[in-house]
Nanobody, 130 residues
Framework: QVQLVESGGGSVQSGGSLRLSCAASEYMYSTYRMGWFRQVPGKEREGVASLDSKGRTTYADSVKGRFFISQDNDKSPLSLQMNSLKPEDKAMYYC????????????????????????WGQGTQVTVSS
């Protein structure tokens, strides 16, 4: 079972930036998807950004143009650069991953659905003050 560890959360003022990082305990294999999710108390977990092992990405409308997901290679940590942060971005942010090894190519794509992932980190808190 791959362990995921997030880091980089913290407190910033509105308009500020933070960079989250997610390290995996072991190699994810060459075909996978990874993503960032966020959750506030009393609400469902929301997909923020995702990428697949081919480098394709997808973003929630609420963060497009402000957040950027990246990974240098399949052995590097996953990053989420968050710019122009707003108070409504305040949440616990989670990293997620799923190996797609052996699946048909049509299944190799990013996803913002929590049900598309099997491995989750413990989360890192992001607070944005107005």
């Amino acid at each position: 079972q791959v362990q995921l560890v997030e880091s980089g959360g913290g407190s910033v003022q509105s308009g500020g930036s933070l960079r989250l990082s997610c390290a995996a305990s072991e190699y994810m294999y060459s075909t996978y998807r990874m993503g960032w999710f966020r959750q506030v108390p009393g609400k469902e977990r929301e997909g923020v950004a995702s990428l697949d092992s081919k480098g394709r990405t997808t973003y929630a409308d609420s963060v497009k143009g402000r957040f950027f997901i990246s990974q240098d290679n399949d052995k590097s940590p996953l990053s989420l650069q968050m710019n122009s942060l707003k108070p409504e971005d305040k949440a616990m942010y989670y990293c997620a991953a799923k190996s797609l090894t052996g699946l048909p190519p049509i299944f190799i794509q990013p996803s913002l659905s929590p049900t598309s992932y099997s491995n989750w980190g413990q989360g890192t808190q992001v607070t944005v003050s107005s």
